[in-house]
């Protein structure tokens, strides 16, 4: 089994930044990759970025190009999600996530860490 924590949201005005950061423990190894989601009031949860946990490939949603970096640290076991110039449509919970295999479902999942951008 793997335990996912997420940390570092909070409330931020439009135009700054913000860093997640998601801590893994247990059989890491399993790890094939890690994203992040968010979900906003009312509205479905949606994909933000994924990084594959060797390689470090990443991948990102459009809406979060060019503003949000995901990056992983293997020695602690940590991924982390650089958000700038943020948004007010970028509120949302942010999840964390962890996969074993290219495809298919995600394993495990945090518990979340609430962002909210104020205008």
């Known amino acids: 089994q793997v335990q996912l924590v997420e940390s570092g949201g909070g409330l931020v005005q439009a135009g700054g930044s913000l860093r997640l950061s998601c801590a893994a423990s247990?059989?890491?190894?399993?790890?094939?990759?890690m994203a992040w989601f968010r979900q906003a009031p009312g509205k479905e949860r949606e994909f933000v970025a994924i990084i594959s946990w060797s390689g470090g490939s990443t991948s990102y949603a459009d809406s979060v190009k060019g503003r949000f970096t995901i990056s992983r640290d293997t020695a602690k076991n940590t991924v982390y999600l650089q958000m700038n110039s943020l948004k007010p449509e970028d509120t949302a919970v942010y999840y964390c996530?962890?996969?074993?295999?290219?495809?298919?479902?995600?394993?495990?999942w945090g518990q979340g860490t609430q962002v909210t951008v104020s205008s």
């Open positions: 247990g059989r890491t190894f399993s790890m094939y990759a």
């Open positions: 996530a962890g996969r074993r295999s290219p495809r298919g479902e995600y394993d495990y």
